[in-house]
């Protein structure tokens, strides 16, 4: 019997759900643990899987660790440092560090600046823009302000949008397969380098 789908639509929703097989495959145990899983427990696993499918420019060498700031010392960055605590991530270990000051995203390859974060992450995204640091955060205007990734709810999932003009501006690399299973977000007006 024949497929009722074209084999190029087969293909591209097998290789897809291959990827999302994956990305459940490499998110922290810890993130993935019994019971009810807490929102920023599924974020904390997504941030983790970014960092596979994000190639930051450079090389470092692989004892050098991973850092993710995670703008909150309350509980969200607690979940966070938790879910991904003593983790390596691409043969580095991940050091997640749990902070209310903007400069300490500054030496970050990633930061994750939640929703609650008290201070404005406008100004914060245009220092950071161009360096090479993964930004995400969970704000409505957080792509528009340079952002590179930002988690939205839909059908009462957690999904994420991309900003790849800020990701190419920061010299980051993002996988193709990263890219379909995101939301494609264009920059609406132009922000400076």
């Not at 691409?90 to 995203?105: C, F, I, M, Q, Y």
């Not at 302000?145 to 994420?160: C, E, L, S, W």
């Not at 003009?165 to 920059?187: D, V």
């Amino acid at each position: 019997m024949r497929s009722p789908l074209p084999p190029v639509v087969t293909a591209g929703l097998c290789q897809t759900l291959l990827l999302l097989f994956f990305l459940l495959l490499l998110t922290p145990p810890s993130a993935r643990a019994a019971g009810p899983v807490a929102e920023y427990e599924v974020k904390a696993g997504f941030l983790f899987n970014f960092f596979n499918f994000i190639t930051l420019p450079g090389g470092a060498p692989p004892s050098h660790p991973l850092l993710l700031v995670v703008l909150d010392t309350g509980p969200v960055g607690a979940t966070i440092a938790e879910a991904l605590g003593n983790e390596t991530v691409l043969g580095r270990p991940l050091k997640v560090l749990k902070s209310h000051n903007p400069d300490d995203a500054l030496k970050a390859d990633m930061v994750f600046i939640p929703a609650a974060f008290p201070g404005k992450h406008a100004s914060l995204l245009s220092a950071l823009s161009g360096r090479p640091v993964i930004t995400v955060g969970e704000s409505p205007d957080f792509l528009s302000a340079g952002g590179i990734i930002n988690f939205v709810r839909q059908d009462n999932k957690i999904r994420f949008e991309i900003n790849p003009q800020a990701a190419q501006r920061s010299g980051l690399k993002i996988s193709s397969q990263l890219l379909r299973l995101a939301i494609i977000k264009a920059e609406s007006r132009n922000i400076a380098p």
